[in-house]
T-cell receptor, first 113, second 116 residues
Framework: NAGVTQTPKFQVLKTGQSMTLQCAQD?????MSWYRQDPGMGLRLIHY???????DQGEVPNGYNVSRSTTEDFPLRLLSAAPSQTSVYFC????????????FGAGSRLTVL | GQQLNQSPQSMFIQEGEDVSMNCTSS?????WLWYKQDPGEGPVLLIA?????ELTSNGRLTAQFGITRKDSFLNISASIPSDVGIYFC????????????????FGQGTILTVHP
């Protein structure tokens, strides 16, 4: 049972480049979400999904897109990377019945030059 | 929006010492959660609290849900080197219909360093 798998673990981009952070879970969780972690600011919600085909914005959605075509996968897309998007990104998932008990992936560290 | 303030921001302690940290909110929460993040990993849930005044233990960890519902406390007894990490408090972020959908508001974190 792998839990929540994120790829890549590290990525360096130049300003203006695009990329996709991948997230997959094998626990059949209904809810999935993306957070970013910046020093001294805790984790902030970017986007979340309550099921396949349903996504919504979190606290800091600008510059990011998401989609959820299957229960298992929830990729995060950066359309035109900016230095302000340098951060550590975490994907998380949870059951509908225990929505607040999140299982997190190991994180993806992104640097935008 | 909701904000959670954790203190202290960092702690440097000797192995064997007890640790106390707290989290305060400007608004009421009906659930408090404490997560721990090991270096290079994602956060893992330590303790969940669901009732004002509740005191819950998980091994050497004890957490309390403040009676005002605007604060929570986490204590670690007899610290060991593997307690090193960042400790986050968190609360659900409910929509108008009263469902959180797994959306959490996190505090800034308390960084714990334990010297052997």
């Amino acid at each position: 049972n792998a839990g929540v798998t994120q790829t890549p673990k590290f990525q360096v981009l130049k300003t203006g480049q695009s990329m996709t952070l991948q997230c997959a879970q094998d626990m059949n969780h209904e809810y999935m979400s993306w957070y970013r972690q910046d020093p001294g600011m805790g984790l902030r919600l970017i986007h979340y999904s309550v099921g396949a085909g349903i996504t919504d914005q979190g606290e800091v959605p600008n510059g990011y897109n998401v989609s959820r075509s299957t229960t298992e996968d929830f990729p995060l897309r950066l359309l035109s990377a900016a230095p302000s998007q340098t951060s550590v990104y975490f994907c998380a998932s949870s059951y509908k019945s225990g929505a607040n008990v999140l299982t997190f992936g190991a994180g993806s560290r992104l640097t935008v030059l | 929006g909701q904000q959670l303030n954790q203190s202290p921001q960092s702690m440097f302690i000797q192995e064997g010492e007890d640790v106390s940290m707290n989290c305060t909110s400007s608004s009421i929460f009906n659930t408090w959660l404490w997560y721990k993040q090991d270096p290079g990993e994602g956060p893992v849930l330590l303790i969940a609290l669901y009732k004002a005044g509740e005191l819950t233990s998980n091994g050497r960890l004890t957490a309390q849900f403040g009676i005002t519902r605007k604060d929570s406390f986490l204590n670690i007894s007899a610290s060991i080197p593997s307690d090193v990490g960042i400790y986050f408090c968190a609360g659900p972020n409910y929509n108008a219909g009263g469902t959180s959908y797994g959306k959490l508001t996190f505090g800034q974190g308390t960084i714990l360093t334990v010297h052997p």
